[in-house]
């Protein structure tokens, strides 16, 4: 988020006047109770978001005073405003009225910017859930009651990114919005202006962290592949690369069918807590990856004129790399996490892969790298891709191995983010239940390091009492210590050469499907 230079637009409503006029003069006639100083700030708080594609959600649209300076700011960002009303006047003093084709006529120069949900904000998150985009900037200026307030703070909050920005409008006399930013904001966020009427807050890092424990939720589950709720405990661990919070997720597996899965897990909603931002996928197009990318390729069959989906295709860096080798495929890329790609020949789809509506038997292969381990609902996505994928089709993918030193003793299971482990038997299970035959699986190291580091360290480290916690903060007794250094030297001896996967037990498989006729 760049700066923001609030301060002077406060103290020269000369060129604030002139501003408008020059470059808003329409925008600013739309009648509001919106004050002149508000509306730039608007405008140059959607103008100064530093991301591209931008998500703007917008509870409380009245005539579309406010909808325009944010749209405004949007321009040239590719980003969409959601605008969220009744539109029936009934939480304005005048009186009520339907306003809705007034809205539109205010705000018809921006109509490729903006999206209309007509209805009351708690009717309509689900659609701002379906998106499965995370919130840039939430702009609350609907029902200032502290129930309706409260209720919007807890519904969107939740759909929103890290390092995002919320604003609160009427603060000068809502008794209502004043609560809700007290006990949710005040001293969890970091305030970056402040008007007699309006504020607004970055929700950092510092917030999240504060925010994590009221919002989080676990949920338990029954064995995705069988359906029973029969298991055994295999381990415990916590979310050791973030660090999100200490919490000690238990992997399980099913007593009658061997699948292994976090159990419980945090809910879908609270999984956004668990992900770094959207600038996860920005650093995917450089020369590892590229390389990886190019390993990746040699799983597949030669192509000429295939339909190819790639699942998860983040940025779409692996579909570009294939495009040169193959010049004459279709490209489709879905990711719901992503929200745009690199290249113009994917057509892309940026939601799930249920939602998109492909056709029957539209694709000749089906590709998913280190995606599927981390679905909630895995079954549902083996089903739809043989819905999708053509007789005699291919779908090639990614996941860990849970039959192995890697996953199991080495602990490199990415907890909470992996909900689920597979085996090559789980996967034949799998295969016959999805009328898929299980022809091929490769036990390799080549795109992901799938050897049991770390192994001999935690277990010398588990017999001399060293907890997660310890490795946390790096407190070790001086016993300890030596221990877990000797451990890290003979993981080094051990593993140095890759023979877990000439023994078929790396963490790394890469499985390959094919649709039955």
Not at 21 to 32: G, M, V
Not at 66 to 71: E, G, I, V
Not at 311 to 326: M, V
């Amino acid at each position: 988020m760049k700066k923001h230079k609030f301060k002077r637009f406060k103290k020269n409503v000369k060129q604030n006047m002139w501003f408008f006029f020059k470059n808003l003069n329409e925008e600013r006639n739309i009648f509001t109770h919106l004050t002149d100083d508000e509306k730039i700030i608007l405008y140059k708080t959607a103008k100064n978001l530093n991301k591209n594609k931008p998500l703007i959600v917008e509870i409380g649209s009245y005539l579309g005073s406010s909808t325009c300076f944010l749209a405004a700011g949007l321009r040239g960002k590719n980003g969409m405003l959601y605008c969220i009303d009744t539109w029936k006047n009934d939480a304005m003093t005048e009186g009520e009225r339907d306003t809705y084709s007034e809205f539109c006529d205010n705000t018809k120069k921006y109509q490729n910017q903006i999206k209309m949900l007509r209805g009351y904000s708690n009717e309509v998150v689900d659609q701002i859930k379906y998106l499965n985009k995370p919130i840039t900037l939430l702009f609350i200026d609907g029902n200032h009651s502290y129930e309706a307030t409260k209720k919007d703070w807890d519904n969107y909050s939740l759909l929103m990114e890290r390092d995002s920005i919320v604003i609160f409008h009427d603060i000068s006399w809502a008794e209502g919005v004043n609560r809700v930013i007290h006990e949710n904001i005040k001293n969890r966020a970091k305030k970056i202006f402040e008007l007699k009427n309006m504020i607004g807050y970055n929700l950092n890092d510092v917030f999240w962290r504060n925010l994590r424990t009221d919002k989080i939720k676990l949920e338990y589950i029954n064995c995705d592949l069988c359906g029973k709720e029969k298991y055994n405990l295999k381990y415990s661990k916590p979310d050791s690369w973030l660090w999100v919070d200490d919490t000690e997720f238990n992997i399980v597996q099913c007593k009658r069918c061997g699948l292994a899965f976090l159990n419980p897990r945090p809910t879908l909603e609270s999984m956004i807590f668990y992900y770094p931002s959207s600038t996860y996928y920005d650093h995917r197009k450089d020369e590892d990856s590229i390389k990886r990318y190019r390993i990746q390729i040699k799983f597949l069959s030669k192509l000429s004129n295939q339909k190819v989906l790639d699942l998860g295709c983040a940025r779409g860096d692996f579909l570009i790399e294939l495009k040169k080798k193959y010049p004459n495929i279709k490209l489709v890329g879905v990711d719901s996490n992503s929200n745009y790609v690199n290249s113009k020949d994917i057509e892309f789809y940026d939601r799930l892969l249920m939602d998109c509506k492909f056709y029957d038997n539209e694709f000749d292969l089906i590709t998913s790298w280190a995606v599927l381990e981390h679905v909630h609902t895995p079954g549902k996505y083996f089903e739809e891709i043989s819905r999708i994928l053509k007789p005699g089709g291919k779908f090639i993918f990614l996941v860990t191995n849970f039959d192995s030193l890697y996953s199991r003793i080495g602990f490199w299971e990415d907890i909470p983010r992996h909900v689920y482990f597979f085996s090559r038997k789980t996967l034949k299970k799998y295969a016959k239940k999805f009328n898929f035959k299980l022809s091929k699986i490769y036990y390799n190291d080549e795109i992901f390091d799938g050897r049991g580091l770390n192994s001999f360290e935690f277990l010398l480290g588990k017999l001399f009492g060293i907890k997660w916690l310890n490795l946390k903060n790096k407190n070790f007794s001086r016993i300890q210590r030596v221990i877990k250094n000797f451990g890290e030297k003979a993981d080094k001896i051990i593993f140095k050469k890759h023979w877990e996967s000439k023994m078929c037990l790396s963490g790394i498989i890469i499985v390959e499907f094919t649709k039955n006729d």
